[in-house]
């Protein structure tokens, strides 16, 4: 579960740096916000995934 996370956030950092225009200097607001999205939720399954990590090691 922990690497869908990491290909969550890997996905999102490319989006956020595609979604700018260079020539213009604007973003496209669609790739923005679903970059954005996947940012958070890589970062929610991260956060989950390690927090179980830290408990099954407990309670071994």
Same mark, same amino acid.
């Given at each position: ?8 956030l890997s996905?999102?950092? @490319?989006?956020? #740096? ?7 200097g604007?973003?496209?607001?669609l =790739?923005? $916000?679903?970059? @954005?999205?996947l #940012?958070?939720v890589?970062?929610?399954?991260l956060i989950?995934?390690k927090?179980? =990590?830290? $408990?099954?090691?407990k309670?071994?």
């Open positions: 579960m922990g690497k869908w996370g990491l290909f969550l996905i999102g950092c @490319l989006l956020l #740096l595609f979604s700018a225009n260079a020539k213009t604007q973003y496209d607001i =790739n923005l $916000t679903t970059a @954005l999205f #940012l958070i890589g970062t929610i399954i989950k995934e927090k179980r =990590n830290k $408990t099954e090691k309670i071994r």
